[in-house]
């Protein structure tokens, strides 16, 4: 029976409301695991160290040392709405591994200490996965440790493997299509995870076929003063679909730690792929801004066949400093790109989030559903391209960008670019700014509801047709995170 | 169960609440009549705890605590229930989740276990069925797109699910046709007993037709003028509230 369902999601919700209450980041903790680790520092050598420490094919070195060269000319990019002091990229480590066997055949084999990382992350890393129905290929300090699934995956031809064992096994897959939606001369940081990764994801769907699971990653940056670049590469040959939910928590940290991740999306004719995001990085202390992520990724797909289709759902709470706009080329005929983001910032957090949506193929569409929160003293924008090129012919953008504000301290932002080429192509831009509504807050505190819990409650309805995208583990996940973000922060 | 004791209140300056006094024993009903602007919302308001209003001097003690001292939520606990004028809506929020996390907090403050997610829903067909409303409304987001009638049975169906000991109307007849006013009238009268009193704020004779009150009391200026039984309520029906005025300025 619906209602039924529907109250166990509800009971859900609850737990998680009761449990957070009163929380700080949760999450704020150190593994204490020995760690082989490179000097500080950014030179050819590092390059080299790391590609030969993977083991990597000969094609690799060469494009992370053109990646290097091009990036040494580059400049920090310096308009986005956010302020941080500048940062030092030779007192960064770029390569860090836990010292562990990689290969492992049983939990058994696993550092202990690891394992109760994952516990406290309430990563579902054993018999929970199964019922669960996800593959969790944990990533810890750039080093794949255990990727789960991988037969009953392979069994249907997907592979679903680190980028480290990507480059081993199938390096003329990784060859065709890496750098393809993102070039390593793309910006800044994109050229710079180009010459430093050290691991990530990699998957590829073959034609026709419908991934069974959630494909899933947890990041997790775990060592002090470590680069954590990842990079992600998703193929969806004709006629597949994949969705891939990636979540991230990193312990409390003094120390600024960048990440800059890229993640390509390529999608065939009739393909599918839903990427969704859960982020809860450090933000930092919530009076200083000290110590929390510095979130600088590149994240893009390509619709390349025809009736494909890709979509991007972020939820976004963590991080000092974001600077992310998860993008779709829409290139084949009638594809279609959306994007659903939620993005709250609170305490002294600056994001700079947004999409591009660039319409190349006819017909093609494109939804943008953006919720922004800000609380505390922090600053949040929204920062989105439509562009319709000229042979888009008929192409259609619609646009929602949602702004709440709670208190009278934190400022919300929208940037909307708009570029139409073609004339018969429409582009639809909606926008609303709004408080928090004192009413509802008094109308929720008068039915016994606190008011920590009520502006739990408003935000998650706020962000309800954004959080309907999630997968449904997710979106528990989602709303929890909403909740522990805002705490403290009304009244 | 409830005392109010020369009870003065303002909003932004604006003294409304004039040294109103009003005391309700368990189980009575009491109507609260006036004309427009004599400060019954008010009332209702500083009840409940709205932020906005400043109670500048007088007390009001609910079941022997001191009301005034409590945060909103916390006198739901206590088993006080407001029944809006102007429900509001809470896009997103569909009902069923809003009130499991109400009556769930309600039940932590009273020290009673969470309900479970079968008994929740056996409370809520249960008092939905006593209050004649449509299944549907529970599904959908907190009186979003409800219409007047749907939003006032929405919150008799909150009170009957809140089980509070006190419950004041705010205008809830206001905008009603016959109909809706009989269901929730119907609704009122089902849920009355000897523990639970009402206060019910009303400008119109008509719903007190359904309602019978134990008193009525007219305000005027911020002060109750006049008390009666529920023949009060018939005479100011007839005569309006002008010779009341009249006889209020002369005091």
Redesign the interface.
């Known amino acids: 029976m619906a209602e039924e369902k529907l109250l166990e999601a509800i009971s859900e919700d609850e737990k998680i409301i009761q449990e957070v209450t009163g929380q700080k980041y949760k999450y704020g903790f150190v593994t204490d695991i020995e760690s082989d680790k490179a000097p500080k520092g950014l030179n050819e050598d590092i390059i080299r160290m790391i590609s030969a420490k993977k083991q990597e094919p000969e094609f690799m070195l060469e494009y992370r040392l053109r990646a290097f060269k091009h990036w040494q000319k580059m400049k920090e990019p310096n308009w986005a709405h956010v302020q941080y002091p500048p940062i030092d990229f030779q007192d960064i480590h770029y390569y860090a591994a836990p010292k562990q066997k990689p290969q492992l055949n049983s939990l058994d084999e696993v550092d202990p200490e690891l394992l109760k990382t994952f516990e406290k992350l309430g990563i579902p890393l054993q018999e929970q996965k199964m019922l669960a129905g996800v593959a969790v290929d944990a990533v810890v300090d750039s080093v794949s440790i255990k990727t789960t699934y991988k037969e009953k995956l392979a069994e249907k031809g997907i592979i679903f493997c680190s980028f480290s064992e990507a480059l081993q096994e199938h390096p003329e897959l990784v060859r065709k299509y890496m750098g393809t939606v993102v070039p390593h001369t793309d910006n800044f940081y994109a050229a710079l995870n180009a010459a430093v990764f050290t691991d990530g994801s990699f998957v590829y769907i073959p034609e026709g076929v419908r991934c069974p699971m959630e494909l899933s990653t947890y990041f997790r940056i775990n060592e002090q003063n470590t680069g954590q670049f990842e990079r992600t590469l998703i193929v969806a040959e004709a006629g597949s679909y994949v969705s891939y939910p990636e979540g991230c928590t990193a312990p409390q940290r003094d120390e600024n730690q960048l990440h800059a991740a890229v993640v390509e999306l390529v999608a065939m004719d009739n393909a599918e792929i839903k990427y969704s995001t859960v982020q809860n990085w450090y933000p930092g202390d919530p009076e200083t801004g000290k110590g929390g992520i510095y979130n600088f990724v590149t994240k893009r797909g390509i619709c390349k066949g025809r009736n494909s289709k890709i979509s991007w759902t972020q939820v976004e709470t963590g991080s000092a400093i974001t600077w992310k706009y998860p993008s779709v080329i829409l290139k084949g005929d009638n594809s279609e790109g959306e994007f659903y983001s939620v993005a709250v910032t609170n305490g002294r957090q600056q994001a700079d989030t947004g999409t591009k949506m660039i319409h190349i193929g006819k017909n093609t569409r494109s939804v943008i559903i953006s919720k922004g929160i800000s609380a505390g003293k922090s600053q949040n924008s929204y920062r989105g391209l439509v562009r319709m090129m000229k042979g888009a012919e008929n192409a259609r953008n619609f646009s929602q960008c949602d702004s709440m504000l709670i208190g009278n301290q934190c400022g919300a932002h929208t940037f909307p670019y708009i570029e139409v080429g073609n004339p018969t192509a429409k582009v639809e831009h909606e926008a609303t700014t709004s408080k928090i509504g004192e009413d509802q807050i008094f109308y929720c505190n008068q039915r016994g509801i606190d008011t920590e819990k009520a502006v739990g409650l408003i935000v998650n309805g706020y962000c309800r047709e954004v959080l309907n995208q999630l997968p449904m583990e997710f979106a528990v996940e989602a709303q929890k995170l909403l909740s522990i973000s805002l705490e403290g922060s009304v009244g | 169960m409830l005392k109010i004791d020369q009870l003065h209140a303002a909003i932004e300056g604006k003294e409304i609440l004039k040294g109103f006094s009003l005391e309700v024993k368990p189980g009575e009903v009491h109507a609260i009549m006036g004309p427009n602007g004599s400060g019954k919302s008010t009332l209702a308001s500083v009840l409940?705890?709205?932020?906005d209003y400043e109670v500048t001097s007088g007390s009001v003690s609910f079941n022997g605590k001191d009301l005034l001292e409590m945060?909103?939520?916390q006198?739901?606990?206590e088993g006080l229930?407001?029944a809006?004028q102007y429900?509001?809506?809470?896009?997103?929020?569909?009902m069923?989740?809003?009130?499991?996390?109400?009556v769930?907090?309600?039940r932590e403050?009273r020290g009673q276990e969470?309900l479970?997610?079968?008994a929740?829903?056996k409370l809520m067909k249960e008092k939905k069925h006593m209050v004649d409303l449509d299944s549907d409304l529970t599904?959908r987001?907190?009186n979003e797109g409800f219409s007047g009638g749907e939003k006032k049975r929405n919150e008799i169906f909150?009170m009957a699910m809140?089980d509070p000991k006190l419950v004041i109307l705010d205008e809830t007849d206001s905008g009603l046709d016959i109909d809706a006013l009989r269901i929730v009238a119907d609704a009122v009268n089902k849920l009355r007993n000897e523990e639970r009193s009402f206060i019910v704020i009303t400008h119109y004779q008509r719903l007190l037709d359904y309602i019978v009150p134990d008193h009525v009391h007219v305000l005027h200026q911020g002060k109750i003028v006049k008390s009666g039984g529920k023949e009060l309520a018939l005479e100011l029906e007839e005569k309006g509230y002008d010779w009341l005025k009249e006889g209020a300025l002369g005091v």
């Open positions: 409940a705890g709205k932020e945060e909103p939520d006198r739901a606990g229930f407001l809006f429900p509001v809506e809470i896009p997103g929020v569909s069923v989740n809003f009130l499991r996390t109400a769930n907090a309600v403050y969470p479970s997610a079968g929740f829903l599904k987001s907190v909150q809140l």
